[in-house]
């Protein structure tokens, strides 16, 4: 399986195969949407302009995405070589207006553990003869050999607290350095999105300096209708980084609070004046829908299109590695002091719980990350009630923590070996590690839980820790004053390294301009760390 050094720039084969995908996608500047360049506008036929990307990729299939400007068909091709010698066609759907001209093909029946390279053709479905210039991608699908190893990075927070795409710095800068890096995949761990984030289009720095927004109509107030959750999904697509990243590295895609507004819970009845529709459900409805057609997530996609489907679910990605994709938003209760007792519905809800069990006892890879959306032991305040799990009692469980401490001591006994936590949500970055002698409940295993983030939004502070389960933090990287621009301080991102040979686990906190801030390997094979 190919695979280039870390921190070295894709090959020649591959750095060719994506000129096709970032000429295609020229006619969107950082600066708006635009018109396609004269060289490729094709006057009546279909174009892509936004790029393509690929997702929930296996030793076997993946999901490719593409937007069209009109109506159209979708073609999918793969081969084994850029030059496109032998192609396998997929056909994929009729695009139209009923999902904002997005298509999503799913592949399946490829090589494990290969480069496969795609291009997409967008038909005029009243004649097929019609088509637009085809978009060139490329991706690894996971190994089904142990020996081959794995390698991914994660992060979240995209767009956030008012700090969009600045032209004036490259936008998006931390996203080339990611596909740089050349990563099997990448796991976006949340809020990819800041539905309820409205840009100025320029914002002082205390130190004088001018942050300067790109903007859009959608992102000139809070989403509320189904096309302004789309539009700002569409709003990290005019960045040039994040279409050659797409382009390049395949996404394991979560959500959490912003893809719909700032702590919703289910059931919730808002009290914003920003807002004319109060009602939650119906505005996560709307979101999940938009969330569906832009991201390629097998789930999603399985009952058409984003309308039905759920969040949660594992991608297995070869022998080494599961990654357990969390859903802690959808099937929470409200948003509490977090104090109660009895709490059978937790963060996670008592059927999502009990997939999780099942899945963690069924599953063989070397390695089980847990994705979550939010931290487990780190104090995340919603008002004077709680947003994630800890709620600053020290003590025994209570509230959520009684559900996670279910989870952990399922794991302990079950002796379920190789599980971490990964997460973002709190826009810095730290590792904490988790040990029962430390902590008010016991019956658990030492475990480990990483967190990054933000990858393109305000910094703030270190969350304080919740000593219940016994977290020691051993590594923090945070500023000291709260929402920080990506001018003041750096953005932020972690890397997974999974040895085939050994089977040792590095994790590396990493900050946007190549350092490598915080470092720990994992051995394999055991319940607790």
Request: net charge neutral.
């Amino acid at each position: 399986m190919y695979r280039s050094a870390p921190g070295s720039a894709p090959s020649p084969a591959r750095r060719s195969v994506l000129r096709g995908s970032l000429a295609a996608s020229a006619a969107l500047t950082v600066g708006g949407a635009g018109l396609a360049a004269p060289a490729f506008a094709l006057s009546g036929r279909p174009r892509a302009e936004w790029g393509v990307q690929t997702g929930d990729v296996t030793t076997s299939s993946g999901l490719v995405w593409v937007r069209s400007d009109r109506p159209a068909r979708m073609l999918v091709e793969t081969s084994a070589s850029e030059s496109f010698r032998r192609v396998r066609r997929h056909h994929g759907p009729l695009i139209g207006a009923g999902t904002d001209f997005t298509g999503t093909t799913a592949l399946r029946g490829l090589p494990a553990g290969e480069q496969i390279y795609y291009r997409v053709t967008l038909a005029d479905p009243d004649d097929p003869r019609r088509t637009g210039e085809r978009i060139t991608g490329t991706f690894r699908t996971a190994p089904d050999r142990r020996r081959d190893g794995v390698r991914f990075l994660w992060s979240g927070d995209i767009a956030g607290q008012g700090w969009g795409i600045n032209p004036d710095i490259g936008g998006f800068r931390a996203y080339e350095e990611m596909r740089r890096l050349d990563p099997d995949f990448f796991l976006c761990s949340g809020d990819s999105i800041y539905a309820d984030g409205p840009l100025q289009p320029s914002v002082t720095l205390p130190d004088g300096r001018i942050w300067r927004n790109v903007t859009t109509p959608e992102k000139a107030k809070v989403a509320e209708t189904l096309d302004e959750y789309r539009g700002n999904f569409r709003y990290n697509l005019l960045d040039h980084n994040v279409r050659a990243f797409n382009a390049q590295v395949p996404t394991v895609t979560q959500w959490d609070d912003h893809e719909v507004r700032n702590n919703w819970y289910p059931g919730q009845i808002l009290d914003d004046a920003r807002y004319t529709e109060k009602n939650v459900d119906v505005l996560a409805s709307r979101a999940l829908r938009a969330f569906g057609e832009y991201t390629p997530v097998s789930t999603l996609h399985a009952r058409g299109g984003g309308r039905e489907g759920r969040m949660h679910r594992v991608v297995r990605y070869g022998p080494l590695l599961d990654v357990f994709v969390l859903d802690m938003r959808s099937f929470r209760n409200a948003n509490s002091p977090g104090r109660q007792p009895d709490d059978t519905t937790g963060i996670l809800g008592a059927e999502q719980l009990a997939w999780l069990k099942r899945e963690l006892a069924a599953s063989t890879a070397v390695w089980k990350v847990l994705a979550a959306d939010m931290p487990l032991g780190l104090v995340v305040p919603d008002g004077t009630n709680i947003e994630a799990v800890a709620q600053g009692d020290p003590g025994a469980p209570l509230g959520r923590e009684l559900q996670i401490a279910e989870l952990l001591r399922f794991v302990k006994h079950r002796r379920i070996t190789g599980t971490l936590w990964l997460t973002a949500d709190v826009h810095h970055t730290s590792a904490q590690h988790y040990a029962p002698e430390r902590a008010a409940f016991q019956d658990f295993a030492p475990f480990w839980e990483f967190v990054s983030g933000p990858l393109a939004a305000g910094g703030f502070p270190a969350s304080a820790l919740d000593a219940t389960f016994g977290p020691e933090r051993v590594f923090v990287r945070a500023p000291e004053r709260a929402n920080l621009s990506p001018m003041e301080s750096p953005q932020y991102f972690g890397e997974v390294d999974i040895d085939g040979h050994s089977g040792e686990l590095t994790v590396r906190l990493r900050a946007e301009g190549g350092t490598v801030l915080f470092s720990k390997v994992l051995q394999p094979g055991r319940v607790g760390q």
